[in-house]
C-alpha cells in the first residue's frame, strides 16, 4: 500500500491523558499536513511540514498540541493533557510542494472521555 | 478573511435525481479549486480547477469554475445511493505558502 498511513485508526482516552499519533505519507511527497474534523465540518488546518521543517501551525492550536517530522518522513502529532473538546477525527494528508492536490490518510478518530 | 462557502449544507434527494451543490470563495491569490468526496473516512479527490469555463468530468460526476463570479458547481446526474457522501471543496490561496482553505461540506443522501 502505498498510499498515506495513519495509526492508531481510534483512540479513546481519558481527560488529562497524552495521547499521540503517527502518520506515514506517501514516499516522494514532501509536504505533510494535519488537520482535524469535527462532524459537520471541513478539516480544520492544524500544520503542516515542507520535508523536515515545521512551516505553518494554526494560532487556533493550543500549545498541548505538537507535531514532529524528525527525518523528513513519517509525523507525529501529540496532545497533552487531552480535554474533551479534543475529540475528533485528526487526518493527516501529505502532496508535493506547488501541487494543491493533497491525498489523504483514513485519520485517527480520537475520543477524550 | 480567506473563506469558503458551500451551500446547500445537506441535500436529500432520490435515486435518479440530478444535483448541483455550490462552491463560493473568497481568497486573496487564488491558484485552485479542488472537490472531494468524503464517505467514511479520508477524503477522496473528485476535481481541481484551474481556468474558468472549462468543464471537468468523471462519469456521472462533472464541475466547472467561474473565477469571475468566484464560485464552482459540482453536478451529479442519475444519482445513485453510492453517491451519498459529504462533498468537500477546497480553495488553494496564498498564505505563507499555498494553502488549502476547506468549505465545512455540502453533506448529500440519495433515498433509493
Known amino acids: 500500500d502505498t498510499g498515506v498511513s495513519q495509526d492508531p485508526r481510534h483512540k479513546i482516552t481519558k481527560r488529562g491523558q497524552n495521547v499521540t499519533f503517527r502518520c506515514d505519507p506517501i514516499?516522494?511527497?514532501?509536504?505533510l499536513y494535519w488537520y482535524r474534523q469535527t462532524l459537520g465540518q471541513g478539516p480544520e488546518f492544524l500544520t503542516y511540514?515542507?520535508?523536515?521543517?515545521?512551516?505553518?501551525k494554526s494560532r487556533l492550536l493550543s500549545d498541548r498540541f505538537s507535531a514532529e517530522r524528525p527525518k523528513g518522513s513519517f509525523s507525529t502529532l501529540e496532545i497533552q493533557r487531552t480535554e474533551q473538546g479534543d475529540s475528533a477525527m485528526y487526518l493527516c494528508?501529505?502532496?508535493?510542494?506547488?501541487?494543491?492536490?493533497?491525498?489523504f490518510g483514513s485519520g485517527t478518530q480520537l475520543s477524550v472521555l | 478573511e480567506d473563506k469558503v462557502v458551500q451551500s446547500p449544507l445537506s441535500l436529500v434527494v432520490h435515486e435518479g435525481d440530478t444535483v448541483t451543490l455550490n462552491c463560493s470563495y473568497e481568497v486573496t491569490n487564488f491558484r485552485s479549486l479542488l472537490w472531494y468526496k468524503q464517505e467514511k473516512k479520508a477524503p477522496t479527490f473528485l476535481f481541481m480547477l484551474t481556468s474558468s469555463g472549462i468543464e471537468k468530468k468523471s462519469g456521472r460526476l462533472s464541475s466547472i469554475l467561474d473565477k469571475k463570479e468566484l464560485f464552482s458547481i459540482l453536478n451529479i446526474t442519475a444519482t445513485q445511493t453510492g453517491d451519498s457522501a459529504i462533498y468537500l471543496c477546497a480553495v488553494e490561496a496564498l498564505r505563507s505558502n499555498y494553502q488549502l482553505i476547506w468549505g465545512a461540506g455540502t453533506k448529500l443522501i440519495i433515498k433509493p
Open positions: 511540514f515542507q520535508n523536515e521543517a515545521q512551516l505553518e
Open positions: 494528508a501529505s502532496s508535493l510542494a506547488g501541487q494543491g492536490r493533497v491525498f
Open positions: 514516499s516522494e511527497h514532501n509536504r
